[in-house]
């Protein structure tokens, strides 16, 4: 016997994640233009090894393989870790990465919706954590150095570790815009002095100042489609730049500005696409607002305090902790409970 | 038909909600038709909240058509008329449209086809008294037609000083009914005049009709006939979103006041009435008719999708053959498809509450998909018009934590299905919701038997303490005038019947502990004990005086028995005396004495003992003695 309601929407979960698939591809779309196919290498390999570890993991729980494969949630965490990664990393770092998450952050916890932890951050972190070096190579965008990998010498690079003759990495590595302006600055460089590089754009690096635009494109997508509460991302930003631009207004020679931190490292990403993750973050109205502003605040100062160029996947992970202490305590009101009632009418 | 109406100046939005696809055109299209008159009519006995109605006929008996066959039980009830004139066929459990599938008791009425009315007359509301209105619409079986069934009676005449604002329901929120809407099309200037009664008896200063704006025409009929009413009275045109039809929603929607879960609206001064409830008023006052009829909306898989003015009881089949049911209906939701339920069969008979009847088939409502895991995406809150977390309360619900559900208001929802409707994993929360509910409500049923018990067995205990306590102290007494009285004669006792006595007390002892374990056993299974364990502990409590001597009627069989058997031993044993030299008399006398003795030490040692440790004491103390 069916009982009600016997209407229910057309949205199912697949549609969600496909959305929010969809919401990446600009991004990625600069990306590539702008780094080379290595992104589109991550993004695949991460795919791959994401869809076999869930499919292996339902396997062994005994849950049926094909609706939980088909959900997208598996996808989408390979896309956002793979888009964390250097692109040009070695290809087994991301496999490893990816079965991390998926079998350890996720089904380890229960599977979808079950876990605590971001997975695509655990994988992140946890690469970053064993391999430090290898996850700080990253190449200059094209045009920046006089030197770079083509697509082919790129797709050598990542799967055997072979450089065409006589180029040396060295040659067309270089940090990212957040790295050094963290290096220099400790060997007391002047904030002039290190914006001047080739590698800064108009207000973050040459070519991730526009991914970062693309993420925020976006994540005005999701946003436009109901798929993310606007109270993260406005709020996430809105810390990152508000400390950020209090220590920029202090003393702006060692500070770099809010533009800076937004259109640099994953800030866009992490506003719209990571801190949004609904499963590993509080669900009442306040707890969200609350959890988003400690990972502005959490980033800002693992970005400019910490051992780490970039903040999101700590701040993440340490607040995806807290979530549920603070859904606790920021229970709403229900409806005739609430101490004063609102008095705006709609006017039309 | 596709027009909005133009929304009113100022209303308050609730939260949350949700717009479905509205399905409202297919039904609404055709004025309201007639209903068949059934060849038998199955009319339920319980279409009210509270107590079901009495059955005031016998089988065989003839009923004219508005004859009342069942009267209210109680205030909070209502009565039961016949809907047509025939016979009745047979007073008896017969399914009903309820959910659980329940047989519920019908009177069944077989027509004579003549359709023939008792006597109507107006009732003269203007010069009766509250008290005498109240009962009259209670006779004439007046109950909220917007699916509560809450007897109209109960929310009339309780503020003395008047109401603020008497909401008049039209919103129609749910999909595919459209019953309230042609009544409001056709039937307006009746409608109003029902109002004008409820505004006057209720001294309401303000009322407002809501009506969501997918029904321009209905709006357009309400506003010609409010015109010329001598009170403030508006018909206020709010957005089409589910459920705003909700009494709370729209009270919230008109007026901006909340009114908290177990709160009555009339403590914030607002009554709220469905438009056909207040249209069956207007016709039981005005013209004498109980409530037999009520206009139903069938649609969905059906030829021919309209309104119907349908007599109650009028089987479901009757009516789906009346709007031509197709041959692939598969079920049939009865109410709308957001609140409603399936109807156990199409036998079940039309009730007051049946406001729609849809007949489902798998293109117009494909099968769900399977549920998915919650990602806590959230949608369900944001959906709630009660305002609270659904998805912490289905997980609450699946892992059976239900005081945590309530603290979070579980209570507070009120199973709309907003939540269910919107969430991405396809997940049937209300069914979640549901189950905890009734988890709670049968722990709570199970946990005040299991306090009864228990105060039934505290009691019982309590009582055979004192009975014990007061004849260790009779016997004290007794032994003391013995003391004064007789010479101490004392000769020192013989081992034998020391032996005896110890024996017999074990033997006692052993008994009681049987006894006692044997009540505890047979306590919790025994709620209405016929004896005098069944007294109330508080009446007890209340009279806790020593009473000499209790009434042998009063005890337990076994006690009963044991007092018999010693009142024949004494008897016996004065005979034996009679008939005793002297010698024999003073060790007589001696034995008695070690007998009190024995019986003081047993009665001061059992006022300290617990009763768990009673029968262990007692085997101590026969040693000792």
Redesign the interface.
Known sequence: ?????????P???Q??MFKVALALVPAIAVYTYSFGIGVLVQITLATVAALATEAVCLKLRGYPIK??VT?G?AIVTAWLMALSFPPLAPWWMIVVAAVISIALAKHMYG????NTFNPAMVGFAIMIVSFPAQMSRWAAPFGVLPQSLDWSAQLSWIFTGNLPAGLAFDAVASATPLDTVKTQLMQHASMSHIFQSPLFGTIGGVGTEWITAAYLLGGLYLLWQKLI?WQIPVTFLAVLGGVAGVFHLVDPTHYTSPLFHWFSGAAMLGAFFIVTD??T?P??PLGRVIFAALIGLLTYLIRVFGGYPDGIAFAVLIMNLAAPFI?QYT????????GK???????? | MNARAALAVTFFPFHGGVHPQEHKTESSGTPIAAGPIPAKLVVPLHQSIGNMAKALVNVGDHVLKGQMIAAADGTVSAAVHAPTSGRVLSISPQRVPHPSGLLEHCITIESDGEDRWIDRNRFDWRTAESRAIRDYLRDMGVVGLGGAVFPSHLKIGGASDGLDTLVINAAECEPFITCDDLLMRERAVQIVEGIKILQALLQAREVLIGVEDNKPQAVDAMRAAIAGCEFKIDVVVVPTLYPSGGAKQLIKLLTNKEVPSGVRSTDLGVQCFNVATVYTIYRAIEHGEPVISRVVTLTGNVERPGNVDALIGTPIADLLAFAGNKPDSDSYIYGGPMMGFEIPGTDVGLSKAGNCIIAKSSGLFPPKPAEMPCIRCGKCADACPAELQPMDLYWFGKSKNFGKAQERNLFDCIECGACAYVCPSNIQLVDYFRFSKSEIWAAEKSKKAADQARERHEFRQFREEREKREKAERLAAKAAQKHDAAASSADPADAERAAKIKAAMERAAAKKVEAAAAQVAADPLTPLDPDANAVPVAEAVAAPAPEPVAPVSQLDPEKAERIREAMEKRAAEKAALEAMSPEEKAAREAEKKAKIEAAMAAAAAKKAAKAAEAAKAQGDQADGA
Request: glycine share 12%.
């Open positions: 016997m069916n009982t009600s309601p016997f209407f229910i929407k949205t199912p979960l549609v969600v609706p939980f959900d949630s599977g979808l919706g079950q509460p609904p499963v973050g669900t009442t859904d229970q709403p009101a229900v409806f005739g409970r609430k009632q609102k008095k705006a009418g709609v006017q039309s």
